[in-house]
């Protein structure tokens, strides 16, 4: 079950709970071996390969994932992440042998095209912001952001 979105307006707190429509904020979804293939195939997926244990750029880097879904709705890109300790079958299929790794599905696709992260200046969570807005397709400068 999906949660409604909620939104604020101005400081006399109009409280609006807006109902699943597919134009709100993505949520990160977590990836098993069972959901992994069904979610490749429901549009645009951005897959982040993390581990829990003794990774601190994973820790560091999937807040900002967090941030950055939050500025899509789920009709553009789906944002994903899956434990590759845990989930071994999978980090094995798509040969990831290090973290974090991240994969790129566009819609309809189950081999992924490269993302390969390169973080320059601001925040991690603007440089996901462009760098998806760029795979949809989308020109959005810095200061956009």
């Known amino acids: 079950s999906r949660r409604p979105c909620i939104l604020m307006k101005s400081t006399w707190l109009w409280l609006v709970v807006v109902p699943w429509l ?37 820790d560091k880097l999937s807040q900002e994932f967090s941030v950055a879904a939050s500025r899509f709705s789920p009709s553009e890109v789906k944002f994903a992440r899956v434990n590759g300790l845990r989930e071994k079958n999978i980090a094995q299929r798509f040969q990831v ?20 992260y390169v973080h320059y200046f601001g925040s991690h969570s603007d440089t996901f912001t462009k760098m998806v807005s760029e795979k949809l397709g989308k020109t959005q400068s810095h200061e956009e952001l």
Not at 22 to 31: F, K, N, P, Q, S
Not at 97 to 116: A, C
């Open 22 to 58: 597919g134009g709100c904020a993505t949520e990160v979804l977590d990836l098993t071996t069972q959901t992994f293939d069904s979610a490749l195939g429901a549009g645009n997926v951005l897959v982040m390969f993390y581990s829990p244990v003794n990774c601190h750029m994973c």
């Open 97 to 116: 042998d290090g973290y974090p790794v991240f994969k790129w599905f566009g819609q309809g696709m189950t081999k992924p095209e490269p993302f390969y």
